[in-house]
Structures are given as C-alpha cells and as structure tokens.
C-alpha cells in the first residue's frame, strides 16, 4: 500500500541553492498537488496538475516550478531557494481533480 | 478573510468526551466538504466526506454540514486518546476551484 510516496523526507539547503523534491502515486490518479503547510497557515496550495500534461499555479506558486512527468510523478523545484520556503511540503493525489485527496508523508524543508 | 475557517485550538477534553469541531466557510456555492486529521509529522488522511446539507456518520464520527449557517461540525463521540491530532476542513464546490483548507485545529484528548 504505498499510496502517495515523497522523497526526500527531510533537507536543509542553503539560500540560493536549488533542489527537486520528488512525487509518485500508484493509485492511477489523474490529478496531482503541492501544498505547503506553515503554522497557523494551514495547507496552501502551490501547484497543481489535474491531468497528465497539464500543470495550473494554484495560491501560492511564486519561487516554484513544476513538471509532471508522466501520470504517476509530479515533481516540485526550488530554483533558488529563500528562507521564505522553509516549510512541510506535501504532495497529494486525486482520481479527478479537487475531489478527497490523498497525500504523502511531507518533506519537511529549511533553507538556512 | 480566509475562504474556511477554523479555529486552531488546542482543545483540550477528557477521554470519553463528546468533541464538537467547527468550521465556517463563506462561498455559499461550496458543496463537498471533507474532514481530514493530521498526526504530528505526519501527513493529513481524509476522515469523512460529505456533500450538501445534514449529517453523515461513520462509527464514533459524524459531519453535519449547515448550508444555510455556513458551517461544518464534525462530532467525536467518545473521544480517545488517539484521536489527539489536528483535524482540517475542506471545501470544493465542483466548478473548476480548488480544494481549500481551513487552518486546521488541534485536539488533544486526554486520559
């Protein structure tokens, strides 16, 4: 039962470095998200991808790139990372879009 | 203002309390709402899932959704230990936005 798996599980980066968090479901979901959650900020929606070949910013996207790389892994980059997106990122999927997510175990991210 | 809020607690009960968790919303075109918790470190797991008005039960759970009042409960009955967690609630409406998430509110139920 893996279900949706996240890599890494922790990292520390310095400013300005780059760095690709990794996603893959093997529930057969077409859609994909990146959430960001911060304390007392709740789960904040960077990007998303309803289907496979399409990608859409959602509340939050600014720093951020996305590739979904085929129907089972969406990836999430940093370019240039700032102290701003020290968070716990979390990657989820849904068999259509914005229907019950299911997500990963997060990766909990500083940039120092 | 936020599209769902919660408050974020802590809220603090003894075991085998009745726990109420609210949540308010404020796009009256919202229909599917859904309860998530939250672990420490851990990732959030979809609890209920609930559309339109009234309540839905599921074992010691139940959501109610009040459409007119634009509000989400969900009650715990006989609270355990283990349902210490930090419990979300989401919204979709089901035309083309995006699920959003309330802040979230941390239970801790003690023994």
């Known amino acids: 039962n893996a279900g949706v798996t996240q890599t890494p599980k922790f990292q520390v980066l310095k400013t300005g470095q780059s760095m690709t968090l990794q996603c893959a479901q093997d529930?057969?979901?077409?859609?994909m998200y990146w959430y960001r959650q911060d304390p007392g900020m709740g789960l904040r929606l960077i990007y998303y991808?309803?289907?496979?070949?399409?990608?859409d910013k959602g509340e939050v996207p600014n720093g951020y790139n996305v590739s979904r790389l085929n129907k089972r892994e969406f990836s999430l980059r940093l370019e240039s990372a700032a102290p701003s997106q020290t968070s716990v990122y979390f990657c989820?999927?849904?068999?259509?879009?914005?229907?019950?997510?299911?997500f990963g175990q997060g990766t909990r991210l500083t940039v120092v | 203002q936020k599209e769902v809020e919660q408050d974020p607690g802590p809220l603090s009960v003894p075991e085998g309390a009745i726990v109420s968790l609210n949540c308010t919303y404020s796009?009256?075109?919202?229909?599917?709402f859904m309860w998530y918790r939250q672990y420490s470190r851990k990732g959030p797991e979809l609890l209920m899932y609930?559309?339109?008005?009234g309540n839905k039960e599921d074992g010691r759970f139940t959501a109610q959704v009040d459409k007119s009042s634009k509000y989400i409960s969900l009650f715990i009955r006989d609270s355990q230990p283990s349902d210490s967690a930090t419990y979300l609630c989401?919204?979709?409406?089901?035309?083309?936005?995006?699920?959003?998430f309330g802040g979230g509110t941390r239970l801790m139920v003690k023994p």
């Open positions: 796009n009256s075109a919202f229909q599917y």
């Open positions: 989401a919204r979709n409406d089901n035309a083309g936005n995006m699920l959003t």
């Open positions: 991808s309803a289907s496979e070949g399409t990608t």
């Open positions: 989820a999927s849904s068999e259509v879009k914005d229907t019950e997510a299911f």
């Open positions: 609930t559309y339109s008005s």
């Open positions: 529930m057969n979901h077409n859609s």
